[in-house]
């Protein structure tokens, strides 16, 4: 007789807690090391486009110009040779899935300016007014014209920092700029 | 005598996973020949590998195939290092076989499914594939992913499993065990699981023999040839391996085969589990292959021998890529099995190849 064959098992499953959940007002349990989606550390990302050459699906796109790293979800098969290769450590993995969209569209991450060049810059600020008893030999007022420089150098720096920003809240930037 | 008639089979068949076409030349209810056609999903994936270079192309290679996803990506990782004549650390050479023997648990269960599908138990194919999802979150806990899972690499392979997790294995591996027993119970002693399968598709050892038939279709013909009695790799750590073998040589024959294979790749997974050497789990690979230079590998599938032959030109890239899958061979033996039939014994034997056309077609 057949049906007795399971019967144990089938008549045990009346009384054990379903297998499955009742998605999605519950879902299951994820493990730590779940390939869910690619995260980017923007903070430590140089820009150096090895995930966007390893990448073996072209998902990647690193626009050095724009300092924008975008990924297209759809493409991305979670693979995680872009981790693999990445010499800074600055991609990972986040076992989330990534969220399902209607709009096929990349996510575009905008990657600020470095630590180093910044701080860079602000050496070369304050190393301007060192200058100034050999300015002060040349010109009848030396102060002025490294101080004038050097606002000229800040705003620059701050042009370029707003210049990333999207239009609405660099607006607002700009305009608390001008109100100080 | 009934009028000779031909019967198109498929590629759209409820009862086929993947899509063959063959034409069953009948007379009175039972096939006198059968063609089989394929082509129907080639993806030119090996030509992809002028394309993509020979780190990549491990990502494309487990996309051969669903089910044989991790077999493929070992098959294809250890040719390339045979290519460049790289060592693998030997704890990477025993997580890929605890991986790879974990997914012939998962394959052979889930054909066991399908089969208790295809003779019409819908209940048997529940059980069976609520137990394969048990095999598949252990899959998911280790490599993060539950079909693909890019865990391995050239020259090892991309994570480790620590000590509790590989007792975790254990742990579920020893759960599933009672209630695998009951299934097999059920495939084995049922008499209409029987009546459907004893004495159907027969393929005698002599034949078998002389149509190269690879894997547990070869073996339900006692037919003594599996792979991993090589000892390539970590299976060479084996204190004993013998292939399972059945003289039945009928489709009853193939189900008892693959039925008894889960418990002894589960011990498999056991041994090398309490054996598994501490160390590095992949070595560094820098540069090319070398141009001309060529290398084979033979890998037991779940679906039987699968063989890897690679070509470098000196980039990265590789000249050429050739796997011949298990299917390709055994479809020969399924068009001698159909021959003399039942029409409605078609679906069970076809099954009982474990057909797998993505692989062969790729």
């Known amino acids: 007789m057949g049906v007795f064959k399971l019967g144990k098992m089938t008549f045990g499953s009346l009384f054990k807690k379903p297998e499955t959940v009742l998605y999605p007002v519950q879902t299951k349990e994820q493990p730590a090391g779940l390939k869910g989606h690619i995260e980017l550390d923007a903070k430590a990302c140089i820009l150096c486009g090895m995930c966007d050459r390893s990448c073996a699906t072209g998902c990647i796109t690193v626009d050095k110009q724009a300092r924008t790293w975008s990924i297209d979800r759809f493409q991305c098969v979670q693979c995680g040779y872009c981790i693999t290769v990445c010499p800074k450590k600055c991609l990972s993995m986040d076992p989330n899935y990534a969220p399902a969209s209607t709009v096929h569209a990349s996510d575009v991450v905008e990657v600020p300016e470095q630590d180093k060049?910044?701080?860079?810059?602000?050496?070369?600020?304050?190393?301007?007014?060192?200058?100034?008893?050999?300015?002060?030999?040349?010109?009848?007022?030396?102060?002025k014209a490294a101080e004038t420089a050097v606002e000229k150098t800040r705003d620059d720096v701050l042009e370029a920092k707003i210049a990333l920003l999207d239009e609405e809240k660099a607006a607002k930037v700009r305009a608390a700029l001008a109100a100080r | 005598m009934g009028k000779k008639s031909i019967i198109p089979f498929g590629?759209?068949?409820?009862?086929?996973?993947?899509?063959?076409?063959?034409?069953?030349?009948?007379?009175?209810?039972?096939?006198?020949?059968?063609?089989?056609?394929?082509?129907?999903?080639?993806?030119?994936?090996?030509?992809?590998?002028?394309?993509?270079?020979?780190?990549?192309?491990?990502?494309?290679?487990?996309?051969?195939?669903?089910?044989?996803?991790?077999?493929?990506?070992?098959?294809?990782?250890?040719?390339?290092?045979?290519?460049?004549?790289?060592?693998?650390?030997?704890?990477?050479?025993?997580?890929?076989?605890?991986?790879?023997?974990l997914s012939r648990v998962h394959?052979?269960?889930?054909?066991?499914?399908?089969?208790?599908?295809?003779?019409?138990?819908?209940?048997?194919?529940?059980?069976?594939?609520?137990?394969?999802?048990?095999?598949?979150?252990?899959?998911?806990?280790?490599?993060?992913?539950?079909?693909?899972?890019?865990?391995?690499?050239?020259?090892?392979?991309?994570?480790?499993?620590?000590?509790?997790?590989?007792?975790?294995?254990?742990?579920?591996?020893?759960g599933i065990k009672d209630e695998y027993e009951q299934i097999c119970k059920a495939f084995l002693d049922e008499p209409s699981v029987r009546?459907?399968?004893?004495?159907?598709?027969?393929?005698?050892?002599?034949?078998?023999l002389s149509l190269s038939m690879v894997g547990p279709f070869a073996r339900a013909s006692a037919v003594n040839y599996d792979v991993r009695m090589l000892?390539?790799?970590?299976?060479?750590?084996?204190?004993?391996?013998?292939?399972?073998?059945?003289?039945?040589?009928d489709c009853y024959a193939r189900m008892e085969v693959r039925a008894a294979e889960v418990p002894q790749s589960i011990e498999i997974i056991r041994e090398l589990a309490s054996k598994i050497p501490d160390g590095d789990i992949a070595v560094p690979v820098k540069g090319s292959p070398a141009i001309g230079s060529e290398a084979c590998n033979v890998l037991e599938q779940p679906r039987g021998e699968c063989y890897y032959f690679a070509k470098g030109n000196g980039t990265k890239y590789l000249d050429r890529m050739r796997m011949r899958t298990p299917t390709s061979q055994n479809l020969a033996g399924m068009a001698v099995a159909l021959k003399g039939c039942d029409v409605a014994d078609v679906n069970m034997i076809v099954l009982t190849i474990d057909p797998c056309i993505s692989c062969t077609e790729r």
């Not at chain 1, 301007?128 to 050999?134: G, L, M, Q, S, V």
């Open chain 2, 11 to 101: 590629p759209q068949h409820p009862v086929l996973p993947e899509p063959i076409h063959l034409d069953l030349v009948v007379e009175d209810e039972v096939v006198l020949e059968a063609t089989p056609q394929i082509g129907f999903i080639h993806r030119g994936l090996e030509r992809l590998v002028q394309t993509k270079d020979y780190n990549q192309f491990i990502y494309v290679a487990e996309r051969i195939c669903g089910i044989c996803a991790f077999g493929h990506s070992m098959g294809y990782a250890e040719t390339i290092e045979r290519l460049m004549g790289v060592e693998v650390p030997k704890r990477a050479e025993y997580l890929r076989v605890i991986w790879h023997e």
């Open chain 2, 107 to 174: 394959s052979h269960i889930l054909w066991l499914g399908l089969a208790a599908d295809a003779f019409g138990h819908e209940a048997l194919f529940m059980h069976c594939w609520r137990l394969r999802e048990r095999v598949l979150d252990l899959f998911e806990k280790t490599t993060g992913g539950r079909v693909i899972f890019s865990v391995v690499k050239v020259g090892g392979v991309q994570r480790d499993i620590d000590k509790s997790m590989l007792s975790e294995f254990l742990h579920v591996l020893d």
């Open chain 1, 117 to 143: 060049p910044v701080k860079a810059e602000k050496v070369q600020a304050t190393e301007k007014p060192a200058e100034k008893p050999k300015a002060a030999e040349r010109e009848p007022e030396p102060a």
């Open chain 2, 231 to 249: 000892g390539n790799g970590a299976y060479g750590d084996l204190s004993d391996f013998r292939p399972i073998l059945s003289d039945n040589c």
């Open chain 2, 195 to 208: 009546n459907r399968t004893y004495g159907v598709g027969v393929i005698p050892h002599e034949e078998a």
